[in-house]
């Protein structure tokens, strides 16, 4: 039985992870009480311009230990999304339990002007979540269902 099990639901909901902070900015936080994501900021000696359709690796100064079972999925922010046309390449990215190094942000400039990142600007959002790990079972058929094999727009436009 993994340490992971043995934690009561409270505890699992609420948990404590190790991180080391080499930016000069503070740890990451919750901005509302039922936010599911934190706040990211990037760690800059040098402001960074991203020309339209560029991306760039932008560095945050921490590193995480996270619990095995667990990952830390990286994702866009929305007002930067929206005002600014800034997302993140491989969104949602996965930072893995085993990673130790530094946590980078893969941001793009989806917009059709220059957008530069300061340092401590809020860059992404890290959310938390639990993963299962797939033991597979080769069979020759799957169950049916209603849906089948539909795939994009199966259901219409309406």
């Not at 404590?16 to 080391?20: A, D, P, W």
């Not at 311009?49 to 991306?55: A, F, I, S």
């Not at 539909?150 to 309406?158: A, L, N, S, Y």
């Given at each position: 039985m993994s340490k992971?099990?043995?934690?009561?639901?409270?505890?699992?909901?609420k948990m404590?992870?190790?991180?080391?902070n080499r930016s000069r900015h503070p740890l990451p936080e919750y901005a509302t009480l039922f936010a599911a994501g934190m706040d990211l900021r990037a760690n800059l000696e040098q402001p960074i311009?991203?020309?339209?359709?560029?991306?760039s690796l932008v560095p945050t100064g921490l590193y995480i230990q996270l619990p095995e079972g667990y990952e830390a999925q990286?994702?866009?922010?929305s007002g930067l999304a929206i005002k600014h046309g800034i997302s993140i390449v491989n969104a949602p990215?996965?930072?893995?339990?085993?990673?130790?190094?530094?946590?980078?942000?893969?941001?793009?400039?989806?917009?059709?002007?220059?957008?530069?990142?300061?340092?401590?600007?809020?860059i992404c959002q890290m959310v938390i979540a639990q993963h299962a790990r797939v033991e597979w079972e080769p069979v020759d058929a799957l169950d049916?269902?209603?849906?089948g094999a539909?795939?994009?727009?199966?259901?219409?436009?309406?």
């Open positions: 992971l099990s043995k934690l009561s639901k409270e505890e699992r909901l404590k992870i190790k991180i080391v311009t991203l020309k339209p359709l560029e991306r990286i994702r866009p922010r990215g996965t930072i893995d339990a085993d990673y130790r190094g530094e946590i980078g942000v893969i941001l793009v400039n989806l917009s059709n002007q220059d957008f530069t990142v300061h340092d401590g600007e809020r049916e269902t209603e849906r539909g795939g994009f727009g199966h259901t219409g436009k309406q």
